[in-house]
């Protein structure tokens, strides 16, 4: 049993809204601690004002309280205090931002997780801080707390925490969580494992693997499906549900992401147009068939991407009330297409034979229900948002998209004066952006001045921009160089669009210096992404690697021979083109340019 304190028994002020991916399945759990020389605790009550204290510092860097500005973090600011939970010598837990909201204090590296699979710090970890200097012990209390909540956090049923367990040092550059990292080392802070339940699947929804808007929707119902039509992307398996969007909208024009479901290598299944939207991946069979698509090649499919497959038909099968018949994306009349490759083809010929595994029907974090555009605001935010409106009576703030939110969001619409639809789409973002602050610099009802500073010299702006909160010219030619950096149009105006590249960049971006150099670090991305053996050297096989990538994800039809000569790199600067608008000239020069505008589309996930 896990007493945690909430945010109101320490006297927390509000936090200002907290934007960007959360999926803490991901990850798991990174530690911390105060530093800074001894913090013995006066008493139980003095822990309280600690808690109240370091959030203050974290909101107001000005802020002068009894915390030293040798504690950690306080060369940023943030919308809230930055952590998930703190500890204390005591062994109380205090409520930070909890399990619904995506931490700040991790850093903003992407990380390792497994077999090349890289999350962002904070995207995919809890942030626990123990009330420690760096000459404190952990009491006993405090290490077994911390084990406690963890324990908690991994069998939370919406927010999940993942495996791992890192101290901050080991995701950045930093001696934080002092004398607690020997406890991370040794495993005395993971929880026992407990009997394992019954596997069952969950689907990631859109929110959380940042997908974009779509354009439009067709909706259709289950008396209208008789199908369910098994695809694979024919690229590598270390592609992500975003870059596959990217390539649907920004090449092929389509609305939104072709599929209604994809599937990965490890067995996660991610919702596409979900159930009953009409999808674009089987030429005649959109409405009446159920795309699900696996993330790879002929022969890549696991035992687990099979596994989930299984479940997501027989799913499709229960929701529909009758059994769908399964099929493949070659085998439907009209479709002459060597996809989904010929050991998944088999497969379905066989029965899609396999273990039943079912699917968690438990709501997943962000947005169960598929409603509110959450790529472009979540759930959550947009209950804030209509709540800082006045509406009434307000919104629970639960991220759970269901009828009192959709009748708020539709009153708000109303109110700053777009189409009540119940979809916050880009419209509605800019018209409330418009309402709250009426076009000021910074686009503030965004991200603040002052979180937009911090964000700027997050990514190693020079030299780094005072926290003052105030909008003068060093602000918006910061904003201007992020902009640049993260590969949107630098206005200097922090709006939706810059928001979303700049989690992007530190989520799951390469994290390049955009410098026009064709350099180790460059190639190794280029080889990421398109497959190749990444050991930062090109050559052939890294030119045929792309020649592959370039003839799947941007229709170039070229000869795959290692040879990367101007019509390579035509079509590389098209593909540049399109995805990013980069402007290239289409010389099949590959100069600074054509490398600078690689590394920004490298940067955004965006190739």
């Not at 109101?8 to 800074?36: F, L, Y």
């Not at 994800?553 to 083109?577: E, I, K, T, Y």
């Not at 010389?587 to 490298?602: F, H, K, N, P, V």
Request: overall charge neutral.
């Amino acid at each position: 049993m896990v007493t945690i304190r909430g945010r109101d028994t320490w006297g927390a002020q509000p936090g200002r809204p907290v934007e960007g991916n959360w999926d803490p399945r991901k990850g798991g759990v990174v530690i911390h601690h105060m530093g800074g020389g001894s913090h013995p605790p006066d008493s139980g009550l003095h822990c309280y004002g600690m808690v109240k204290d370091i959030q203050s510092k974290h909101m107001d860097p000005g802020w002068r309280g009894w915390l030293p500005d040798w504690s950690p973090g306080y060369l940023e600011t943030y919308d809230d205090i930055a952590y998930s939970f703190v500890v204390c010598q005591h062994g109380d837990i205090f409520e930070g931002r909890g399990v619904a909201t995506r931490p700040a204090a991790n850093g903003t590296r992407s990380i390792d997780v497994s077999n090349a699979v890289r999350v962002g710090a904070n995207e995919g970890f809890y942030a626990v801080l123990g009330l420690l200097g760096s000459e404190d012990s952990p009491s006993a209390a405090m290490r077994s707390s911390i084990k406690d909540l963890i324990g908690y956090l991994r069998d939370h049923d919406r927010y999940p925490a993942g495996p791992l367990i890192r101290g901050h040092q080991q995701v950045w550059d930093t001696e934080c969580p002092g004398n607690l990292q020997p406890y991370v080392r040794n495993g005395s802070l993971a929880p026992p494992t407990p009997p394992t339940p019954p596997p069952t699947i969950s689907i990631t929804p859109r929110a959380q693997w940042g997908a974009r808007a779509p354009r439009e929707q067709t909706r259709t119902t289950w008396s209208a499906r008789q199908g369910f039509t098994v695809h694979y992307s024919a690229g590598p398996t270390t592609q992500t549900p975003r870059q596959i969007q990217n390539y649907h909208m920004d090449v092929r024009q389509w609305s939104d992401i072709g599929y209604n479901f994809l599937v990965d290598r490890y067995g996660r299944a991610y919702e596409g147009r979900g159930w009953l939207t009409v999808g674009a991946h089987a030429t005649g069979h959109n409405t009446s068939h159920i795309g699900v698509c696996f993330i790879g090649g002929d022969g890549d499919a696991t035992a687990a991407a099979k596994t989930t497959i299984r479940a997501l038909y027989r799913k499709a099968n229960a929701l529909a009330g009758r059994a769908l018949t399964p099929t493949y994306h070659g085998g439907l009349p009209g479709n002459s297409t060597s996809c989904p490759g010929a050991d998944l083809r088999a497969w379905v010929r066989g029965g899609m034979d396999g273990e039943d595994v079912p699917i968690d029907e438990r709501p997943a974090p962000g947005d169960p229900g598929g409603g509110g555009m959450t790529s472009v605001r979540s759930v959550a935010a947009q209950q804030r948002a209509v709540n800082s409106l006045g509406y009434s009576p307000a919104l629970a703030v639960d991220g759970i998209w269901g009828p009192n939110t959709d009748a708020g969001v539709r009153w708000l619409q109303r109110r700053v004066g777009v189409t009540d639809d119940g979809l916050w789409g880009p419209n509605t973002e800019s018209a409330y952006t418009a309402y709250l602050s009426g076009g000021s610099g910074g686009m503030t009802s965004v991200r603040s001045v002052i979180s937009q500073q911090s964000a700027v010299n997050s990514l190693g702006y020079s030299p780094a921009l005072e926290l003052d909160g105030i909008w003068g010219p060093n602000t918006d030619a910061g904003v201007r160089w992020l902009q640049r950096r993260v590969g949107v149009t630098d206005d200097g105006l922090w709006g939706p669009n810059t928001e979303s590249a700049y989690y992007a960049y530190i989520d799951s971006g390469a994290g390049l210096d955009v410098d026009g150099v064709f350099g180790p670090a460059t190639v190794s991305a280029v080889q990421r992404v398109t497959g190749a053996t990444v050991d930062g050297q090109w050559g052939p096989a890294s030119a045929r690697a792309l020649q592959r990538h370039l003839n799947r994800w941007a229709d170039a039809d070229l000869v795959v021979d290692g040879d990367f000569g101007p019509a390579s790199v035509r079509a590389l600067q098209r593909h540049l083109n399109t995805m990013t608008g980069a402007g290239l000239t289409v010389d099949g020069d590959w100069g600074s340019a054509t490398t600078r505008a690689l590394q920004i589309a490298l940067n955004r996930g965006r190739f």
